[in-house]
């Protein structure tokens, strides 16, 4: 079946430093998906990615979607005490989504 | 803004015991999904409902969980009985429909097996 693979598992950040986590899938996929889930709370949607090679931006965060459609990245300028959480990659085929293992990120002041 | 409400929020109960748990998803929404999230890990699929009907329950381990969604709105998932692997986050998230995947999580509850 459809696997979705991240890492890091772990990212400690220096605030104010830039980092990119990366996802990737055994399957070639319909689109892309990013969540954030805070420390103690529930995932939240941040963005999808549909279009080979598709590049968007969140302030920022900036996602890309790979030529194949069987990668991603996210890439966070500036880090902030905020963006402290876990954040997940899910790729969706057939109408499943399938989320990977998450990139939980720390921050240090 | 709409949510997706669960309930409870947090469970203890003891092996052997059978436990419940409740989802209201946002109005309208057609697709309704139930997650297992053990700690460290991403959600993993137990069951999809498109309106009242089961899609993808292949992940569920049905000789112990059920799930329903008998008016095709809010949803109960069920354990009978409880095993002490079963702890973990349960989560119920809600889409528009089967196309548009974009899913909305609710609060979860966090079931403990003693």
């Known amino acids: 079946g459809q696997q979705v693979m991240q890492i890091p598992q772990y990212q400690h950040v220096q605030e104010g430093e830039d980092f990119t986590t990366y996802c990737n899938s055994s399957?070639?996929?319909?689109?892309i998906q990013w969540y954030k889930q805070r420390p103690g709370g529930h995932p939240v949607f941040l963005i999808q990615?549909?279009?080979?090679?598709e590049v968007k931006k969140q302030k920022r965060l900036t996602f890309q979607f790979g030529e194949a459609k069987k990668n991603s990245s996210l890439h966070i300028t500036a880090t902030q005490t905020t963006d402290v959480g876990t954040y997940f990659c899910?790729?969706?085929?057939?109408?499943?989504?399938?989320f990977g293992a998450g990139t939980t990120v720390t921050v240090r002041a | 803004e709409a949510e997706v409400a669960q309930s409870p929020r947090y469970k203890i109960t003891e092996k052997s015991q059978a436990v419940a748990f409740w989802c209201d998803p946002i109005?309208?929404?057609?697709?309704l999904y139930w997650y297992r999230q053990i700690l460290g890990q991403g959600p993993e699929l137990l069951v999809q409902?498109?309106?009242?009907?089961?899609?993808?329950d292949s992940q569920l381990p049905k000789d112990r969980f059920s799930a329903e969604r008998l008016k095709g709105v809010d949803s109960t998932l069920k354990i009978q009985p409880a095993e002490l692997g079963d702890s973990a986050m349960y989560l119920c998230?809600?889409?528009?429909?089967?196309?548009?995947?974009?899913?909305?999580f609710g609060p979860g509850t966090r079931l403990t097996v003693l």
């Open positions: 998230a809600s889409s528009h429909d089967r196309v548009q995947l974009t899913q909305y």
């Open positions: 399957t070639t996929l319909s689109n």
């Open positions: 990615l549909v279009k080979s090679g």
């Open positions: 899910a790729g969706s085929n057939d109408y499943k989504l399938s």
């Open positions: 109005s309208g929404h057609a697709t």
């Open positions: 409902f498109q309106d009242e009907s089961v899609v993808d």
